[in-house]
């Protein structure tokens, strides 16, 4: 069984950071892409960052120059860096590791609240 589980979310005021960790557990077959989701009350799901198994990254707009996205060389965990953070950021954060060739299947972990407030 595969099991993604966030760490790392709570509460903040705005300007200020948080780090999320992302820990996939069970074994994943080939691994493409790894990246972090954000869901806002009466939101869709949306991409915040990602980075692939070769180490290219891709950002939303809205953080672009504020979070950065890690990995380490296994690809079994990676760490989102968000600094200074707007009331905008708040939202449930989900980690994804999209895996599989040449079907592709999608893992979500159950997701990390952070909520960015004075």
């Known amino acids: 069984q595969v099991q993604l589980v966030e760490s790392g979310g709570g509460l903040v005021q705005p300007g200020g950071s948080l780090r999320l960790s992302c820990v996939a557990s069970g074994s994943i077959f080939r691994i493409n892409v790894m990246g972090w989701y954000r869901q806002s009350p009466g939101k869709e799901r949306v991409l915040v960052a990602e980075?692939?198994?070769?180490?290219?990254?891709n950002y939303g707009d809205s953080v672009k120059g504020r979070f950065t996205i890690s990995r380490d060389v296994a690809g079994n965990l990676m760490s989102l860096q968000m600094n200074s953070l707007k009331v905008e950021d708040t939202a449930v954060y989900y980690c994804?590791?999209?895996?599989?060739?040449?079907?592709?299947?999608?893992?979500w972990g159950q997701g990390t609240q952070v909520t960015v407030s004075s």
């Open positions: 994804n590791v999209n895996a599989g060739w040449p079907n592709t299947v999608d893992y």
């Open positions: 980075i692939t198994i070769g180490g290219s990254t």
